[in-house]
């Protein structure tokens, strides 16, 4: 079938072409499909590990001892050089995944990281940990440089970060008990397991079909789509549906994509204004004072007259886990109260709940006053449930609503770019701040929270239940949308994605190219 005519008949969808018997609970090879899928994404908590394990480090006196105690700029790079080793993988991790495949690609950056986990595990000073941190994020970009985005394995990839986040907050409480430097090589060896896992078993993954198919070995790609979702039947209707479809986005990629330069970005005003949103939501995630408690918990805490380490170290605990519920709550909840209600409910949460932990700070600072200081760790805590009603589902799904299907790849990299560069910035800076000025460095955030919210309302518009040709015309008129639609059915290379990308259901095809998703 030529892939104008799969584009075509791609409109209808595949849901006719599932038999009605089949789930994934009673099909051995779906399963196995999603053990795969689990296993790729279990990356995303070795992210979510490396976070909230720093945070707890701070807290134990065994490694603040070791490494003399770093404040300042000295603890802020030691926060910041894992998302400039990711940031120095960027230019990379898509050309040698593209060249050796996604297993291959998946096994180094998981060895990568394994072997700096060692190196962090075994630090002898400061710069050693420093350089073994600059690998673990280096490795990590290498094993989530996927492209895919589809919702239901966005939120798997966001549960996974907070388990991992959570499993790190624990471990670091029950490793505070060891009266040696074990109390924090334990933590440091324990970030190594999911990468362990990944280079010994991603071996026995399917290779993502549309990579063997850009690489000429059809058969191969067939074969592995047959396997998992018809039982090996090469001819069963869906996978030849979905072997086509592949094929389609892959000429579109070749033909329209391909040919789509970095200046499209911002070439029209509906792209312009598209680019400042993704920007700014982007800088918004790691700028609203979240990065405070995120990475300098200890600090903060230890300012309002709680230096006890237990007490440090439960609070972490409790608060990733308050984190995870309150993220699952929005995810939930993501198309039934729209995106726009969602962000400004977040900003204006935010501004509410980080005013009050502003004033708290101020009046501990003041007073000495021990109700303000228990009354900012409850506002920290509501802050973060602010935090998570938007910017931790909301973040990346409206960022691929909003791009055109051409100009989407592009787009994500800006994103991710910006999210690193902003995190490095945040994570370096705070300590220092924090240090010089205390509490008035929180007042910095209280008016660009209102900031936040002031370009939210006026930017951000509601994508819930409209196509993406209806998003569209919301950036760039009615009249433009329909012309490059039916420019493009008229190339006959428009794959299904870039015609119903927000339908409920999600091409089977792509869950078997799992290896190619990155947050």
């Known amino acids: 079938m030529a892939p ?20 994934w609970y009673n099909n051995r090879r779906i399963l196995a499909l999603n053990g795969w899928i689990v296993l790729l994404l279990v990356t995303a908590s070795t992210n979510g590990y490396d976070g909230s394990m720093m945070n707890g480090l701070q807290s134990l006196t065994q490694w603040a001892d070791y490494f003399g105690h770093p404040t300042g700029g000295k603890l802020g790079l030691l926060n910041a050089i894992q998302n400039i080793g990711a940031l120095a993988a960027y230019p990379f991790a898509p050309y040698i995944s593209d060249g050796i495949g996604r297993r291959p690609t998946v096994a180094l950056g998981a060895a990568i990281m394994v072997v700096a986990t060692v190196i962090q595990t075994a630090s002898q000073s400061v710069g050693m940990f420093i350089g073994a941190r600059f690998l673990i994020g280096f490795g990590l970009t290498f094993a989530v440089s996927y492209p895919t985005h589809r919702a239901p394995l966005t939120s798997a990839y966001n549960s996974l970060w907070y388990s991992g986040s959570i499993i790190a907050a624990w471990t670091t409480f029950g490793t505070f008990k060891i009266h040696n430097t074990w109390a924090w090589r334990v ?17 026995f993954a399917p ?29 069963d209707p869906l996978v030849r549906f979905e072997f086509n479809e592949i094929k389609a986005a892959l000429e579109f990629d070749r033909n329209v994509a391909a040919n789509v330069g970095w ?43 709680i230096p006890n380490p237990t007490t440090q170290l439960l609070i972490n605990g409790i608060l990733q886990i308050w984190n995870l519920a309150w993220a699952l709550v929005a995810s939930s909840l993501v198309n039934k109260l729209g995106r726009r209600l969602m ?10 709940f980080f005013s009050c932990q502003t004033i ?50 592009k787009g ?21 701040a924090l240090d010089n000025i205390g509490w008035k460095y929180y007042i910095v955030y209280v008016v660009w929270i209102a900031f936040e919210f002031a370009f939210l309302y006026k930017y951000v518009v509601e994508t819930k239940n409209l196509s993406l040709e209806e998003t569209a015309a919301l950036f760039d008129g009615e009249e433009a949308t329909q012309e490059l639609a039916h420019a493009h059915v008229e190339g006959g290379v428009v794959p299904k994605e870039a015609i119903d990308e927000k339908s409920s259901g999600s091409s089977m095809h792509e869950a078997a190219e799992v290896p190619n998703l990155k947050k």
């Open 207 to 235: 290779e993502s079909p549309r990579w063997l198919i850009s690489k000429g070995r059809e058969e191969e790609a067939l074969k592995t789509l047959a396997y998992y979702h018809a039982d090996g039947n090469q001819d």
């Open 343 to 352: 962000f400004l409910t977040s900003a204006v949460g935010m501004f509410v």
């Open 263 to 305: 200046k499209a970005l911002i070439q029209t005003p509906g792209n312009r204004k598209r680019m400042n949103i993704i920007v700014a939501i982007a800088f918004f995630s790691q700028w609203s004072g979240n990065g405070i408690a995120s990475y300098y918990l200890n600090k903060v805490l230890k300012d309002i007259g």
């Open 412 to 432: 994500l990299n800006v994103f991710n770019f910006t999210i690193s560069v902003a995190l490095i910035f945040n994570q370096y800076v705070n300590p220092i």
């Open 4 to 23: 104008g005519a799969v584009a075509a008949a791609n409109i209808a969808g595949f849901s006719h072409l599932i038999h009605p018997d089949k789930r």
């Open 187 to 203: 933590p440091s060896a324990l970030q190594a397991l999911p990468s362990v896992f990944q280079v010994l078993l991603v071996w």
């Open 360 to 409: 708290c700070f101020a009046v501990f600072s003041e007073t000495g006053k021990k109700g303000s200081a228990y009354a900012l760790i409850a506002f920290i805590f509501l802050f973060f449930a602010a935090y998570d009603i938007a910017f931790t589902p909301l973040i990346v799904t409206y960022t691929v609503e909003i791009m055109p299907f051409a100009l989407r790849a």
